[in-house]
């Protein structure tokens, strides 16, 4: 089994920046993604990397904005958010997966933390 907890969302103006942090607890994993979640939205897809190799991966809405990085040492995976828009404004999630592969979409993640909410103001 392995325990996701997020923290560092809250409530930053336009143009602001957050770090969100997922501090991880368990068994290995191999992939790590941040998905998130607006009102009345589906859950999508924002970064994702291989927890050995450090490949990472982003949605096209948040590439040259976002980024995404773990600490092997301390089982950490955080999501530096620059450049925030009101549009980002949504409930963050970090998930993990026992595959190697990493993917988009969120069925194909395993473990899932409680979410952070990251409010952009305008």
């Known amino acids: 089994q392995v325990q996701l907890v997020e923290s560092g969302g809250g409530l930053v103006q336009a143009g602001g920046s957050l770090r969100l942090s997922c501090a991880a607890s368990?068994?290995?994993?191999?992939?790590m993604g941040w998905f998130r979640q607006a009102p009345g939205k589906e859950r999508e897809f924002v970064a994702a990397i291989r927890w050995i190799s450090g490949t990472t991966y982003y949605a096209d809405s948040v590439k040259g904005r976002f980024t995404i990085s773990r600490d092997n040492a301390k089982n950490t995976l955080y999501l530096q958010m620059n450049s925030l828009k009101p549009e980002d404004t949504a409930v963050y999630y970090c998930?993990?997966?026992?595959?190697?592969?990493?993917?988009?979409?969120?069925?194909?993640?395993?473990?899932w933390g409680q979410g952070t909410q990251v409010t952009v103001s305008s």
């Open positions: 368990g068994r290995s994993t191999y992939a």
């Open positions: 998930a993990s997966r026992r595959g190697v592969e990493v993917h988009t979409t969120p069925e194909m993640y395993d473990y």
